[in-house]
């Protein structure tokens, strides 16, 4: 990302189009959903999910809601249960997510759910998203559009003001109508959780569901890591024991490597792979949590993994890889 972001009229000939192909490409696309502006990006590239990150400053990877044009497609993503199937039919399109199970050929980068075995889906209502969604032909994941930390865009202007140099393209639809964030609702082992109160009323939902939601459990410890945006719960962490900053590679050990140059002892690895053989954060930070997955079915008892600069995207690399290790918290 380089430059100041273009923006474009969503409803100019050309534009939602020229907005598709910069999301194929691995670009980042702010647009208008009807509840805030979401920083879009193709939701099945890693990379390119990374760039998000990146972009907002975001200080660790929180998982992200991916944004599909109807139910059917989010059931490519996700195991819908009776709740969430009552769920969708009553308020999609519009301004509730739903965390779910993920299906098995769920095609979500690993990165956007942060390693989890949920995934967190939306069907948008604005014209724009779902145009720009349909062109696309994949989901699109689009945390809010604005710094890390910062109060939320509900026009191109406010997106502008924080992300016009970090991103690629602005489309430009008008306020948004909502203002403020989607609900977010777990449907997990056949309970009905509010992880994040927004733009769909308690009392609706429980109408629609015939019972109270849960309430979420919010951690009070900070090595949790959120199950969604709004809500502390277990994060990734493999059966191994990690190591973290290692020099060397211990006998019977696997290796999660960073960078060109290798230790000797690399050789008497169980397994090696390269989180970014180049050395760049936003290749590492794609590759995360697939290369602790991978390493983890190898069966080691231990992983050493190789110390990580902590500049740009590598302290949120540093921050999830502790979590993992057990050092947060």
């Given at each position: 990302m380089s430059g100041v972001a273009a923006r474009r009229n969503a409803s100019e000939p050309g534009a939602i189009a020229e907005a598709a192909r910069i999301l194929a490409r691995g670009g980042l696309v702010a647009f208008p959903t009807e509840t805030v502006y979401g920083l879009g990006a193709d939701a099945t590239n890693a990379a390119a999910v990374a760039r998000i990150y990146a972009a907002k400053g975001r200080p660790s990877f929180n998982p992200l809601i991916a944004h599909v044009n109807d139910a059917a497609a989010a059931r490519a993503l996700a195991r819908f249960d009776a709740a969430a199937e009552t769920l969708a039919s009553a308020f999609w399109p519009g301004p509730l997510t739903l965390v779910l199970p993920k299906s098995a050929a769920c095609p979500v980068a690993e990165l956007a759910t942060a390693g989890l075995d949920t995934v967190a889906v939306r069907v948008p209502a604005h014209p724009v998203a779902r145009a720009l969604i349909a062109a696309l032909g994949r989901p699109v994941v689009a945390p809010s559009a604005n710094r890390s930390g910062h109060v939320s865009p509900t026009t191109a202007e406010h997106v502008l003001a924080d992300l016009a140099e970090r991103i690629d393209l602005v489309l430009d639809g008008g306020p948004?109508?909502?203002?403020?964030?989607?609900?977010?609702?777990?449907?997990?082992?056949?309970?009905?959780?509010?992880?994040?109160?927004?733009?769909?009323?308690?009392?609706?939902?429980?109408?629609?569901?015939?019972?109270?939601?849960?309430?979420?459990?919010?951690?009070?410890?900070?090595?949790?890591?959120p199950l969604a945006p709004g809500m502390l719960a277990s994060h990734y962490a493999p059966r191994a024991t990690l190591r973290l900053d290692a020099d060397e590679v211990r006998p019977g050990e696997a290796l999660l490597a960073f960078g060109p140059a290798l230790p000797p002892s690399a050789e008497r690895s169980a397994a090696t792979l390269n989180l970014s053989p180049r050395g760049?954060?936003?290749?590492?930070?794609?590759?995360?949590?697939?290369?602790?997955?991978?390493?983890?079915?190898?069966?080691?008892a231990s992983i050493a993994v190789m110390p990580i600069p902590r500049e740009d995207l590598g302290e949120a690399i540093n921050d999830r890889l502790a979590r993992a290790a057990g050092l947060v918290g």
């Open positions: 948004a109508r909502v203002g403020v964030e989607s609900t977010i609702l777990a449907c997990l082992d056949g309970g009905v959780t509010l992880l994040r109160p927004g733009g769909l009323a308690r009392e609706a939902i429980e109408r629609a569901i015939g019972r109270q939601v849960a309430e979420a459990r919010i951690a009070a410890d900070e090595g949790e890591a760049d954060p936003i290749e590492a930070a794609a590759n995360l949590f697939s290369h602790l997955r991978e390493l983890d079915r190898a069966g080691v």
